[in-house]
């Protein structure tokens, strides 16, 4: 049982690592024994004081995800920085909140192409790289709740949320011949930057606390076993899962 969530000798790209869910899930595979490759459009001192203190590696890659990039040359230059891709989380996402008649399409371009576009490039890239090294890759996308329900005054979000869980069905099929799986996690309503202003919204948070079965919002840290379980060699017969992470919200 002490191995099944080991992953010595492994390393993990994780995008959107400077705060939040990005950062706690880059803590939990750190912890479990991966180096990190952190990417984001800003400097994480942070996440990489705390990887360090568990004894990882720590890569830091500054890129503007809703800018174009070359996926290539990030997965080329943690591969040369730290060995390898064996693991890839697709956290970085951003929400532009209007009101549908008045939704524009630049906010609806921004947050299709960090949350989506992004996401299906780094992933193609890192697949390449561990088909081209023979991996049993593992890649974890983060979808939502709204990859589940529509929302109100997000359509891009939930576009882009639907979407993630249509790529990680298709690509598991066409990487399972690889040994490489390709799972999402549905994070429930989390106390992020991104959910702050619903935080701020006292009829909107009472609304959404009292519909939640385990009566709170979730942390980052809730995350922690998930994103192992799927990043875990154990996991190997997983792929093409969609996993709220939710405090029961959709089962009300």
């Known amino acids: ?13 994780v995008t959107g690592a400077r705060t939040g869910l990005g950062q706690a899930m880059a803590l939990a595979l750190a912890g479990a024994g991966a180096d990190i490759a952190a990417l984001g459009s800003t400097a994480m001192p942070e996440t990489e004081t705390l990887v360090r203190k568990r004894g990882r590696r720590f890569h ?11 996926p290539e040359a990030v997965i080329e230059e943690v591969a040369e920085r730290l060995g390898g891709v064996d693991i890839l989380v697709n956290n970085a996402g951003i929400i532009r909140r209007a009101d549908l008649l008045d939704y524009s399409e630049a ?9 989506l576009k992004a996401a299906f490039l780094l992933s193609q890239s890192a697949a390449r790289h561990m088909v081209r090294t023979k991996r049993a890759g593992r890649i974890v996308n983060i979808a939502s709740m709204l990859t589940f329900q529509g929302g109100v005054r997000v359509p891009a979000y939930s576009a882009s949320k639907h979407g993630v869980a249509g790529l990680t069905k298709a690509m598991a099929n066409e990487l399972a011949p690889h040994g490489i ?12 930057d991104n959910t702050e202003a619903l935080r701020n919204e006292p009829e909107r948070n009472a609304q959404i606390s009292a519909r939640i079965p385990m009566g709170r919002w979730g942390t980052p840290g809730d995350l922690g076993t998930a994103v192992l379980f799927f990043a875990a060699p ?16 959709l089962v009300r």
């Not at 906010?107 to 949350?115: C, E, F, R």
């Open 107 to 115: 906010d609806w371009d921004s947050v299709i192409d960090v949350n």
């Open 181 to 192: 799986t390709v799972n999402a996690i549905a994070p429930g309503y989390m106390a992020t």
């Open 234 to 249: 154990a996991s190997s017969y997983v792929t093409g899962t969609v996993l709220p992470v939710d405090g029961g919200w």
């Open 1 to 13: 049982m002490d191995t099944l969530f080991d992953l010595t000798g492994k390393v993990a790209l």
């Open 60 to 70: 830091a890659l500054k890129v503007d995800l809703s800018a174009k990039f070359d």
